[in-house]
């Protein structure tokens, strides 16, 4: 059988994608150990400063270079799979692409190297690498390679293909594995802070004397205000009172967890108007809090209204005037508390406190289990922590 004419030599394209290959392990690598939550990279070594580098990323369209490089480098390969294979009989336009893709990488990829080489302190080894990997796919691309010759049989085609799938699962196999690897560094760090907080081993445990409150739903409706996904594994119901100075000094704590476990714990805030000698005042201020949040205000209403927290109370007019400095209507917010329309739902939530067998405030719950008396960012850490190990999220 007579050999037919290909325009490319096989070997080129094959090497083309084991290094557009190469490069989806490397960017998809520094997506995970330098993106939102950055942890000690044991392969960026060498006197190298990746972080530092990373950090001060130009982020061309709001795109990270390690996002546009994954891209491209995916692209490429996608490209490369369309020359060898000829699909559709397009290989001419799918090595046009090639042609301008890679150029276009290099151009942008040689304007970041020479940032980070004259204008920022450091360098990142991986991001060199990188280049490198850029360099050597515009050198196999652009290069006018003699017309290769191989026989379409079967078996040859089988071959091929074969390679193409050995090539992809050795990129995802690596992948994976660095992700894993990724995931324990990123624990040990997460454990490591926790450790690193200070708070009373003795106090930091659960509340023998209550029991587990496995009904969570029963307590929480749509209106609470909460914050953090609601599939969350940890969900965290604080009964609190407005009104109340160690309910004052408590949220920045709870904020500041929040802002810890983003992904991992479902903040409730279930308002009881609870401080003894202040009801009608609590309960102004429950209800008001509450049409804040029906607004989509309840942080900034409630961080106002404990900077101007006072024992007699927060009255009506200053409530109004409060809700107008966040943004609400003052004049409706007024006549939506007079109308005391939210006032039965007050006295249920505290009547549904009362039942659980609760009597002070901030009460917490973690998971239905109330904690019994420290509640420093770092004895709700620790909880927080078991709380995920028991549900194997991590």
Known sequence: MKASKSPYRRSIERAVLVLAGAGIVLTVHLSFWYGEAPVDDPVCTAGSDCASVIAQDPALFGVSSANSGLVFYVLIAVLTFGVARNLWRLRPHFKAVRYVLVLTGLAYSSFLTALQLFALDGFCL???????LIIAITILVVRK????SHRADHGRASAEMVFYGVTGAVVVLASVMDYSVYQKKAR???VAEVQDLNYNAAQCRYDSNFPRFENLDEFITDSDPSTGPPAAPVTILEFIDPNCNHCKSQHPVMRQLA?????DVRIIYKLVPLVTGNLLFSLDEVMALWLANEAGLFNPMIEEMFAKQNPRGLSIEELASIAGDVGLDAREFRRELESRRLEPRARRDRRVFDGMGLSGVPSILINGRKIYAERSLGCLSHLVEQEIVAVGIR
């Open 126 to 132: 991986l991001c060199l690498a990188s280049f490198g």
């Open 145 to 148: 390679a003699a017309p290769g």
């Open 188 to 190: 040990e760090a997460q």
């Open 259 to 263: 802002a810890k476990y983003p992904q």
